[in-house]
T-cell receptor
């Protein structure tokens, strides 16, 4: 079974600073995908970034980048230049190869302060 | 506009009643999912379907039922057998067989009164 671990239940960061949200995964599959989603207080899930297990480079999407260390089985999300609107819950998600059954971590609540 | 629609946004139910949550998508996705989220927690998979007329139990399927008669629709019924149904329910869809992003609906907040 897939397992995602997010060890930071809550994080604080000052506006304009960078922040790293940790994620480790446990899978025996050779082919897998890892996502990060953002959930603001309104409840919807917003896709941020995706990393495939065979991707050679770390994924980047605007201010979001993924620090993918395959040997350590970690896929940390880095948010640069934090904004107040980044305050939300962030989930690391595993998608098993071929099955697309998503496994969510427990999430990290990020609070951006002035 | 393509997307995934859940209705209603808020739902109240009396104890002992069944209730059905709607989920419709026009993205032509094969796979659809139902998740439950409790306050301060992550999402737990209730049921998922990878193709029409087929679905599988997730981690917490007891007290729930689904159907997948059409590709676009994946309704979830919360039955009276579900002992603690008050929660936030999210429906999602994705392209089957590929590790691509899942698209989520806006969610339905179910409260048992």
């Amino acid at each position: 079974a897939q397992k995602i671990t997010q060890t930071q239940p809550g994080m604080f960061v000052q506006e304009k600073e960078a922040v790293t949200l940790d994620c480790t995964y446990d899978t025996s599959d050779q082919s897998y995908g890892l996502f990060w989603y953002k959930q603001p207080s309104s409840g919807e899930m917003i896709f941020l970034i995706y990393q495939g297990s065979y991707d050679e480079q770390n994924a980047t999407e605007g201010r979001y980048s993924l620090n993918f260390q395959k040997a350590r089985k970690s896929a940390n999300l880095v948010i640069s230049a934090s904004q107040l609107g980044d305050s939300a819950m962030y989930f690391c998600v595993d998608a098993t190869g071929g099955g697309n059954k998503l496994t969510f971590g427990t999430g990290t609540q990020l609070k951006v302060e002035l | 506009d393509g997307g995934i629609t859940q209705s209603p946004k808020y739902l109240f139910r009396k104890e002992g009643q069944n209730v059905t949550l709607s989920c419709e998508q026009n993205l032509n996705h094969d796979a659809m999912y139902w998740y439950r989220q409790d306050p301060g927690q992550g999402l737990r998979l209730i049921y998922y379907s990878q193709i029409v007329n087929d679905f599988q139990k997730g981690d917490i399927a007891e007290g729930y039922s689904v159907s997948r008669e059409k590709k676009e629709s994946f309704p979830l019924t919360v039955t009276s057998a579900q002992k603690n149904p008050t929660a936030f329910y999210l429906c999602a869809s994705s392209i089957h067989g590929e590790s691509t992003e899942a698209f989520f609906g806006q969610g339905t907040r179910l409260t048992v009164v």
